[in-house]
């Protein structure tokens, strides 16, 4: 058993037939996907090595840091559709959906802080006249 491959074969899974489309380009996307789980598989072991940590869990570690970038830069797209597009921000129902978050839910997604990050991003205030609270400050 090979660990750092198997964890490499989890986050990194080959293409079937079928998945690619046009069909012959199946051979080109499997050898893409063998080179990223070799990539992954060394970076992991580099990690691993230089701080003498556990794949499986620098392997989660990574992973949940990845999920929270990416919920991050949710909250700032949000903000962006819903401060910074217009008088006429994006809908809560197809931000709803694409998100997969509930129209409800994405009201409460960012704040003045997200709002500020994009502003500062885009070098520009945002469009909507709505009042904001203060961002909290992050605990330090």
Same mark, same amino acid.
């Given at each position: 058993?090979?660990?750092? #491959?198997?964890?490499?074969? &989890? $986050? &990194?899974?080959? !293409? /079937?037939? *079928?998945? =690619?489309? !046009? ?18 598989? @060394? ?12 794949? =499986?869990?620098?392997?989660? *570690?990574?992973? $949940?840091?990845?999920?929270? +970038?990416?919920? %991050? ?8 559709? $819903?401060?910074?597009?217009?008088? %006429? ?7 709803? /959906?694409?998100? *997969? ?9 960012? #704040?003045? @802080?997200?709002?500020?990050? =994009? +502003?500062? *991003?885009?070098?520009?205030? !945002?469009? @909507? $006249? %709505?009042? %904001? ?5 992050? !605990? @330090?």
């Amino acid at each position: 058993m090979n660990l750092i #491959g198997d964890l490499a074969a &989890i $986050r &990194i899974p080959l !293409p /079937q037939p *079928g998945d =690619v489309t !046009p069909e012959e380009l199946h051979p080109e996307a499997r050898e893409e996907a063998e080179q990223a789980r070799e990539d992954y598989a @060394s970076a992991l072991e580099a990690q691993c090595d230089d701080l003498s940590e556990d794949p =499986v869990l620098l392997a989660l *570690g990574n992973a $949940r840091a990845a999920r929270e +970038a990416a919920d %991050r830069e949710i909250r700032l797209l949000l903000a962006y559709a $819903r401060e910074f597009h217009g008088e %006429r921000p994006y809908k809560l129902e197809p931000l709803a /959906q694409a998100s *997969g978050m509930t129209p409800s839910g994405i009201r409460t997604a960012y #704040g003045s @802080s997200e709002i500020e990050t =994009v +502003a500062r *991003g885009i070098g520009r205030t !945002p469009d @909507s $006249r %709505r009042a %904001r609270p203060p961002a909290t400050p992050e !605990p @330090s």
